[in-house]
């Protein structure tokens, strides 16, 4: 699979010693041209601290 792009916004401070919690979830799935969307998400605690989303070119399989 390739990397095709992604954003991140930040909403909360991140500090050392701080445990982070991150979440991504597929949100679109295109099959004809082989790209995947996910909601990407990171918490300390219940604070969000980050949210953004990524696409990714996912290899098409063969019939077997």
Same mark, same amino acid.
Request: aromatic share 4%.
């Given at each position: 699979?390739?990397?095709? /792009?992604?954003?991140? +916004?930040? %909403?909360? *401070?991140?500090?050392?010693?701080? &445990?982070?919690?991150?979440?991504? @979830?597929? /949100?679109?799935?295109? +099959?004809? %041209?082989? *790209?995947?969307?996910?909601?990407? &998400?990171?918490?300390?605690?219940? @604070? ?17």
């Amino acid at each position: 699979s390739n990397y095709l /792009t992604q954003t991140l +916004k930040s %909403k909360a *401070r991140v500090r050392i010693g701080d &445990t982070v919690r991150a979440r991504v @979830t597929i /949100t679109a799935l295109d +099959k004809e %041209k082989g *790209r995947c969307t996910f909601a990407t &998400t990171a918490h300390v605690g219940d @604070t969000l601290v980050i949210e953004g989303e990524a696409q990714i070119l996912v290899p098409k399989r063969s019939a077997a």
